[in-house]
């Protein structure tokens, strides 16, 4: 069922906030990103006042609110304020919380599949000890809706740190009245106690257990297929205890890794059915997980590679970046701080620049690092490839070049992120024809000056001397940088990034590999480690060093020495420009 949402873009119905666009909701609640007026990013939780229960308000106004002012801890939402407003003779009350830069662990399932154990355990884990906070508070808190949307990863830190949030439905412990509609829960996740009413400390511990079981399989414990129409329904519910009456299945395909014996019990202890027979606290569920993690090394933000995590999960914005200082300064400065801080770049005259052009040889990350400033700005980001612009129809190109662009625009601040740039605007000099002649005019139109309307553009190419030199001007591409192999740090960084998560032995030297890798880029040593972790997932051991040594004896590097070069000498001519 599609939600029309109440507010629209640029609406001030909350005073000191502008909307910037809709997030997502029901008929229960809508979620919005709001800029206050000195420039900050919140999120606005807006409730329809008619659909809320008695247990979830207070004499003064939303009893969350009121929860969320005991707690200052990074892993749990903070409140910023909240109020009741009007509209359309409607009244909804709202909430306006600390923006989150990342995404829900729904987002991050739903674009990368199933979690390995690895990487599910730390995350359980610290929303266990989040949820120990509520439940060892004088006021004993329940949570009461644990779930993949109410716990959002925050990736503006070294590591990503789960936080929870979505506490419409949290109670006291000592309330009479809870506050939580079963419709508006997800059913899989609903501890058995909760349809009789009775909530505790182990009902979210249930709640924790479908989680981290929902995160390695693909999909909640229990699972069957329930129509849209019967949810919080008597044949929900129905439903869902007929399919507990069945053995809990860990066989599913969708599993990204195998889950140990170990691990397998501590589910079904988190998930039992007898709240007696459960965790009696978060504190004893973490204590058995954390026989379950494997130690995996970590590295600073600064350290980190062209390379995201070795399953290929949470990409953490420029905390999954390694090196490449200069270009996240540029970014950060000149980009990230002039949107988040308008007022203070216009009083100094100082706007974005228009766009950035990474090249260098193939391999090296151009397009990563293109995907991982878009998750630390969370802004609008438009990925395109030639083929997304070019046609063979008469002035189609130009038709969807200015598409692209008017797209950005009505949801600025955009990104626009164009790969193999030079088969976009090839140069106009060498004979080039009328139709793609046309549209390197329309590309440059359009680029110049964009960073006024909210637009910015990053290009990536490996081979920058066939770009028509118009496009790389001022006013329309201001920066190029060189993105060379990675240096010994950096490759050291990379081994790292690409083998955590993973079993591996604790003897692996990281720079003894970063040594014997000299001039591999960020995708050659993705593949060395792949290769390595085939190697041993065929006999079910940890990767060890003996094993990614054997792969690089046998793996040249892709890009040859004489091309590397060409591409440094390449760099100085630019610098030149």
Not at 58 to 74: A, S
Not at 195 to 212: C, E, K, M, R, T
Not at 224 to 234: A, D, K, L, T
Not at 413 to 433: C, G, M, Q, T, W
Request: proline residues 4%; charged residues 25%; negative net charge.
């Amino acid at each position: 069922m599609t939600v029309k949402n109440i507010l629209e873009k640029d609406e001030s119905l909350i005073t000191g906030y502008k909307v910037k666009f809709f997030i997502g909701g029901n008929k229960f609640v809508q979620k919005y990103r709001v800029n206050s007026v000195g420039g900050g990013v919140f999120f606005l939780f807006l409730y329809n006042s008619s659909k809320l229960k008695r247990g979830q308000l207070t004499k003064t106004g939303l009893k969350q609110t009121e929860i969320l002012y005991l707690f200052d801890d990074i892993s749990i939402v903070k409140c910023v304020e909240e109020g009741q407003v009007v509209k359309n003779n409607k009244r909804y009350h709202y909430l306006v919380a600390k923006f989150i830069p990342g995404e829900s662990l729904q987002e991050r399932l739903e674009r990368d599949g199933a979690l390995s154990q690895y990487a599910a355990v730390p995350i359980a884990i610290k929303i266990l000890k989040a949820l120990s906070l509520l439940h060892d508070h004088k006021n004993v808190v329940v949570h009461n809706d644990i779930n993949l949307e109410n716990i959002w990863l925050d990736y503006s830190t070294d590591f990503e740190i789960p936080v929870l949030s979505g506490f419409s439905s949290a109670c006291y412990i000592s309330d009479k009245i809870n506050g939580f509609d079963l419709g508006c829960l997800n059913p899989f996740y609903i501890a058995p106690e909760l349809y009789n009413g009775v909530f505790s400390p182990q009902s979210d511990i249930f709640a924790v257990g479908a989680l981290l079981y929902h995160l390695i399989i693909g999909v909640p414990p229990w699972y069957v297929e329930i129509p849209r129409y019967q949810r919080g329904e008597e044949e929900e519910v129905e439903a869902v205890e007929d399919s507990r009456r069945n053995r809990l299945n860990f066989g599913r395909s969708g599993s990204s890794f195998f889950i140990d014996d170990s691990l397998k019990a501590a589910l079904q202890k988190s998930l039992s059915l007898d709240v007696d027979n459960r965790y009696a606290t978060a504190i004893d569920f973490i204590e058995d997980l954390l026989g379950k993690e494997q130690p995996t090394a970590t590295c600073s933000s600064t350290e980190r590679g062209t390379a995201s995590r070795s399953d290929g999960k949470g990409a953490q914005g420029f905390s999954a970046i390694a090196g490449m200082q200069d270009l996240k300064d540029i970014l950060y400065n000149d980009v990230i701080r002039a949107l988040n801080e308008p007022e203070l770049y216009k009083r100094y005259g100082v706007t974005i620049p228009n766009g950035v052009l990474l090249y260098g040889p193939p391999g090296c990350g151009k397009t990563f690092i293109a995907e991982r400033f878009s998750e630390e700005v969370g802004f609008n980001f438009l990925k395109l490839k030639p083929s997304d612009l070019k046609s063979k129809w008469v002035n189609d190109t130009e038709l969807k070049i200015a598409s692209v662009f008017n797209e950005a625009v009505i949801n600025a601040p955009s990104i626009i992120f164009i790969d193999e740039f030079d088969a976009v605007v090839p140069s106009r000099e060498k004979n080039l024809h009328e139709m793609n002649a046309s549209a390197v005019n329309e590309l440059l139109t359009h680029m110049s000056s964009c960073s006024e309307r909210g637009v910015f553009v990053i290009a990536a190419s490996n081979r920058p001397e066939k770009i028509d030199p118009a496009i790389l001007r001022t006013g329309r591409i201001d920066r190029m940088v060189y993105l060379p192999p990675p240096d010994y740090e950096a490759r050291a960084a990379m081994f790292e990034i690409y083998l955590e998560n993973r079993p591996i032995d604790l003897s692996i030297d990281y720079y003894e590999l970063a040594f014997l890798t000299n001039n591999y880029v960020s995708s050659d040593i993705k593949f060395l480690v792949d290769e390595a972790s085939r190697v041993a997932l065929k006999s079910k051991i940890r990767i060890t060093q003996s094993m990614l040594k054997s792969v690089i004896d046998i793996t040249n590097p892709s890009v040859s020495y004489s091309e590397i070069e060409r591409y440094r000498q390449l760099s100085e001519s630019f610098d030149g420009l």
